[in-house]
């Protein structure tokens, strides 16, 4: 079926440095994308959004770039913070679907800052 | 500003009990989302409402689970005589109604553990 899913379940980063984490996605339908940071017992913290037409978002140290030829999604942190420690979750959403309101989670990486 | 409320946090049934989970919405918001997010695993869709309409079950078991979003008070969860495989985190989202492109925003998550 469709999904969404991520290539590394755990990327170490030192701290200072930028962190690149990536998401492929299935759904061609698909035209809202959404990042989430999850910190242990704790719900998922919105980060940064992007729709279909657009290629790239920038937020306050996030950027979020969108390869829709290839169906990938990148999420940049610049200058990595020990707070950044967390899993990170790309999530979907087919508007004009009858899946619309259904986000579409990948299985998350585990973003591991080290001083 | 108070965010998406859940509750308890925790909640330990025995097998064959009833467990509840709660949610009030950020206020404003009219759509509620359940998620399940397995210990490792990204979260998983279950069910959609508005106030008095379940919007889409899609992710929802045939049997034991039911959803519903009252008028007045908060959205809830039931889970029927629990089984240890609903052992999991069980996040609320919300939304708010009429935005073009919409946020939906986590709740804490009830964290239920069956014995």
């Known amino acids: 079926g469709e999904s969404v899913g991520l290539h590394l379940p755990t990327l170490s980063v030192q701290e200072g440095d930028n962190s690149i984490i990536n998401c492929a996605y299935s759904?061609?339908?698909?035209?809202?994308f959404i990042w989430y940071k999850q910190e242990s017992g704790k719900g998922p913290q919105f980060i940064i959004d992007?729709?279909?037409?657009?290629d790239k978002r920038q937020g306050q140290r996030v950027t979020v770039l969108l390869n829709k030829t290839v169906k990938h999604l990148s999420l940049q942190i610049a200058a990595t913070q020990p707070g950044d420690s967390a899993v990170y979750f790309c999530?979907?959403?087919?508007?004009?679907?009858?899946?619309?309101?259904?986000?579409?989670f990948g299985a998350g990486t585990q973003v591991v800052v080290t001083p | 500003n108070a965010g998406v409320m859940q509750n308890p946090r925790h909640l330990v049934r025995r097998r064959g009990q009833e467990a509840r989970l709660r949610c009030s919405p950020m206020k404003g918001h009219s759509h509620v989302y359940w998620y399940r997010q397995l210990p490792e695993e990204g979260l998983k869709f279950m069910v959609y409402?508005?106030?008095?309409?379940?919007?889409?079950e899609s992710g929802m078991p045939k049997e034991r689970f039911s959803a519903e979003f009252p008028k007045e008070g908060p959205s809830i969860l039931r889970i029927q005589q629990v089984v240890r495989g609903d052992s999991a985190a069980y996040f609320c989202a919300s939304s708010f109604t009429g935005t073009a492109y919409y946020e939906q925003y986590f709740g804490p998550g009830t964290r239920l553990t069956v014995t």
């Open positions: 992007i729709r279909s037409n657009m």
């Open positions: 999530a979907e959403n087919a508007r004009r679907t009858d899946s619309w309101g259904k986000l579409q």
């Open positions: 759904n061609s339908a698909s035209d809202y």
């Open positions: 409402l508005q106030k008095e309409n379940i919007i889409d």
